[in-house]
């Protein structure tokens, strides 16, 4: 995967050196020269620009990017530019931060996918949901092995937890299962809370919209992801 990181504050350079890290391409904006410095030797690589200036992001490999993710936080009305810039470029992915939830209304108005609270998820937590497809959520537990909340395989809908083998052909544990339950309020629509069912029985029946919180290596939760 090929990823465009504008924004080397802790968050963004976090993100920036594990995505790397994991053997994805990184490519780490920021218009600090000192911070561009600092990890020009743990990330891909690393340009010192203005991502606000439409010439020089033009010259960006923009169309080879899977994601573009704007980490710019101190600075809204930068971040805030740069996203437009890099949405008017219709660019494959783009993800930026918000700070407050002001900033946030005005990044869902300008369309990005995805929307990022550092100050509420880590980079561990994005760098897993940026690298494994179908991963909802984690939690690290050390370098090699973490608990994660992924999207149930379209294989698995309609079978038992001892049916799918989990364990056998990808060494995983299944914990529990999260199903979406409807709430239906007196005044207002309805809509869907997460349910968590306790703790994983093997006769438990996997619905199409379950999530699947699995523990294991990071290696096997990539492998069965991939599998899907």
Avoid at 30 to 54: F, L, P
Avoid at 91 to 118: C, F, M, T, W, Y
Avoid at 129 to 136: A, D, Q, T, W, Y
Avoid at 195 to 201: C, E, F, I, Y
Wanted: proline share 3%; with cysteine.
């Amino acid at each position: 995967m090929k990823y465009i990181i504008i924004g080397l504050g802790s968050f963004g350079a976090s993100l920036a050196v594990k995505l790397t890290e994991q053997g994805n391409e990184v490519i780490g904006i920021d218009s600090n020269m000192n911070r561009v410095d600092s990890y020009k030797e743990k990330i891909s690589h690393t340009i010192q620009m203005d991502a606000t200036d439409e010439y020089t992001v033009a010259g960006l490999p923009l169309k080879d990017t899977d994601v573009v993710i704007i980490a710019i936080g101190e600075d809204q009305g930068a971040n805030i530019m740069a996203t437009a810039l890099f949405k008017n470029h219709q660019v494959k992915r783009l993800i930026s931060r918000a700070v407050n939830p002001l900033h946030e209304k005005v990044l869902q108005a300008i369309g990005v996918d995805e929307i990022v609270h550092p100050e509420e998820e880590t980079a561990e937590r994005w760098a897993k949901k940026l690298c494994f497809k179908g991963v909802v959520d984690s939690y690290e537990l050390s370098n090699d092995y973490s608990i994660v909340e992924v999207k149930l395989p379209k294989k698995y809908d309609g079978k038992m937890i001892r049916d799918i083998n989990i364990r056998e052909d990808f060494n995983l544990l299944v914990l529990t299962t999260i199903s979406k339950k409807e709430i239906k309020p007196l005044i207002g629509k309805s809509r869907k809370i997460d349910k968590v069912k306790g703790v994983a029985n093997p006769n438990d029946i996997l619905f199409s919209e379950d999530l699947l919180v699995v523990y294991g290596a990071n290696i096997d939760i990539k492998r069965f992801l991939k599998d899907e």
